[in-house]
Nanobody, 126 residues
Framework: QVQLVESGGGLVQAGGSLRLSCVAS????????MGWFRQAPGKEREFVAR????????LYADSVKGRFTASRDNAKNTFNLQMNSLKPEDTAVYYC???????????????????WGQGTQVTVSS
């Protein structure tokens, strides 16, 4: 129903930057909010950031506040996560996700999101 395609991951040095992108397609009229999550090997999936479908009301995990910025390119249905001042502990597979208009729960809970991208690897070396 909704397809999400991510790109932009890679290998960077500590202190560097990456910009992740997530292109939404399909029946996107039902989407209310977009989330970013990450998962390191052997660890639980972790909330990173959330924005409304219209690109407003960005919210962030404490671990990335002041370093990461979520935004929307309205002309392209593309959602971006600008990651600055990267640290080795940011190393993970990053996923974008979409929640429909009728979701219930907290924005930082992965269970409220209905659609997920394929993930893109971010590796930060020290």
């Amino acid at each position: 129903q909704v397809q999400l395609v991510e790109s932009g991951g890679g290998l960077v040095q500590a202190g560097g930057s990456l910009r992740l992108s997530c292109v939404a397609s399909g029946r996107t009229f039902s989407v209310h909010a977009m989330g970013w999550f990450r998962q390191a090997p052997g660890k639980e999936r972790e909330f990173v950031a959330r924005i409304n479908w219209n690109g407003g009301n960005a919210l962030y995990a404490d671990s990335v506040k002041g370093r990461f910025t979520a935004s929307r390119d309205n002309a392209k249905n593309t959602f971006n996560l600008q990651m600055n001042s990267l640290k080795p502990e940011d190393t993970a597979v990053y996923y974008c996700a979409a929640a429909d208009m009728f979701y219930t729960g907290n924005y930082y809970e992965s269970r409220i999101y209905d659609y997920w991208g394929q993930g893109t690897q971010v590796t930060v070396s020290s």
